[in-house]
């Protein structure tokens, strides 16, 4: 079936009028295009999660910094809109920037990510999670779903949106699915396009890196970071801006239990993050 496309809010409120009002709930995939297989199963999980499926397509120019790849980010909209009828979606919402910021772009409310959004990200992207958060607000408020599906690649933007969702008391179930990788370890991401074949083989040191780092686990929380820094170091060209162990939540560097490694780096001129879940041994004492 191929999707309805519409570029409004009135027209969006047109299509979902029907599922509102038979009370089918909505599941809803925010993306900002260029899909590729990690999109495609954030879809289908959507699929199983409700009895309406919307996806939206738009390049959020708030969450790019002035020196970011805002201006190149690949738009693909005619390939986007041939993957969302191929996995079974409804609607797909095509706003322009004009829509989403009616104030203009620097004009009007925006949501503030709180502690949790100044570290990792936070740091080298000082705007980045404000510009996240106050566009899915946006989008989960015009959409007004029952479950919103977003990937754990962008593991620290998932945390805070559900953050965000306790905080206002938004309606909405935040639902995760777990990273796709190319059979190599690659984590799928709409920048590789940008990667030289060089540079793609680089990357691959980041999922090693992070699954190192796991297979130290039993050894505790300072073997888990050794090993995925020694890994790193391997491949000098690729710039890390930050290898971090923390708990699920952020909050607090972990001695036991569930954790979450991450990492983010410089790839030629293409920036990259990845990470993992691991469960560090109660025995392993740092």
Known sequence: MTPSVVETVEEL????????????????VPTMGAMHDGHAALLRTARTLGDVVVASI?????????????????RTLDADLARCEKEGVDVVFVPSADQMYPFGTAGGPT?????????????????????????VCKLLSIVRPARAVF?????????????????FFLPVEIVGVPIVREPDGLALSSRNAYLTEEERRQALVLSRALYAGRDAAGSGAAAVVQAARAELDTVPEVGVD?????????????????????VAA???????????GLTLDAGGVD
């Open 151 to 167: 990937g754990e690649k962008d593991y620290q933007q998932l945390v805070l949106i559900r953050d965000m969702v306790r905080t």
């Open 58 to 74: 738009f390049v959020n120019p708030t969450q790019f910094g002035p020196d970011e790849d805002y201006g190149r980010y690949p």
């Open 266 to 276: 410089q790839v030629g001129a293409t920036r990259l993050i990845d990470n993992v």
């Open 242 to 262: 930050y290898l971090a162990l923390t708990d699920p939540s952020l909050d607090a560097p972990p001695h036991r239990g569930e954790a979450r490694l991450l």
């Open 13 to 28: 409120d047109d299509a979902l009028t029907p599922s509102r009002l038979a009370m089918s709930p909505v599941a809803y």
């Open 111 to 135: 949501v503030d990510p709180g502690d949790r959004g100044v570290v990792l990200e936070g740091v080298s992207r000082p705007t980045h999670f404000r510009g996240v958060l106050s566009v």
